[in-house]
């Protein structure tokens, strides 16, 4: 025993020495399902130790005991699994793992655990058309129209897809994004005439990623195209210009200033019955008597004959 263990470790000592180690570990790059039909997963390679190295997926579904190894090392390309239709489940939880294996011994990704139904990334949408349109007495607008993927099956509600359009002068750096909802068209107004644009679009379903940009199209718009309507600003100017002739011709009229409102005359006397003649200079006699009838409701005073008069 002591002799194999020996002979292990010198083999070993003589394989490092020679650059030979087990493979690194390997990582699961993405899992990708365009149609919630089939789905791939990618996986980068570690370093391979300076050996030979195979790589194998393994999956499990939950709640299954049973662990199978990938149906397809092919369709996909290099360093991929793809699933049929045979092999996908939605929502079933698949535990996937990457081995990497050489005659140095072996490692394993970390587990990936994914639900088909989350991970849809459809492919772009197709046909994509462009058309200026100018109809009469309206703005005219460029028409923007596409074609869900083909792949897709939108028409029995499998999917619920949206859409989003980009797009650009050709000498441009930054792209316009606006969102289309779940139309398959888009009117844009506002362009630059004589002006050639780039447009694109993509598409992401009710579950899962947006796709990438589809196909580039481009149109040039024609030169007497308008970049903005003006009949709204000259509504805004004329209604401005009424309603301050308007405010010039009431200060005007009514002879308001400044003063006036910052500081209001002070009201006059609010005594009821007070009659503001009696300060006037009159007969003090007269006056005596008549304010003091005001101040005494019941009793009046006649200071001509001495007699107490009661009303």
Known sequence: VVSTTALVLLFLNISLLNGQSPPGKPEIVKCRSPDKETFTCWWKPGTDGGLPTNYSLTYQREGEKTRYECPDYITSGPNSCFFSQKHTTIWKIYIITVNATNRMGSSASDPLYIDVIYIVEPEPPQNLTLEVKQPKDKKPYLLIKWFPPTVIDVRTGWFTMEYEVRLKPTEADEWEVHFAGQQTHFKVFSLYPGHRYLVQTRCKPDHGYWSKWGLE???????????????????????????????VLAVALKGYSMMTCIFP??????????????????????????????????YVCDTSSGVVLTY
């Not at 308008?226 to 308007?246: G, M, Q």
């Not at 005596?288 to 101040?295: A, D, E, G």
Request: glycine share 4%.
């Open 265 to 298: 005359p002070v009201p006059g006397p609010k005594i009821k019955g007070f009659d503001a003649h009696l300060l006037e200079v009159s007969d003090t006699t007269e006056n005596m008597v008549y304010f003091t009838s005001f101040l005494f409701n019941d």
């Open 217 to 247: 199209s481009s149109i040039e718009i024609p030169s007497d195209f308008p970049t903005k309507d003006t009949t709204v600003w000259i509504f805004v100017a004329v209604l401005s210009a009424v309603i301050c002739l308007v405010m």
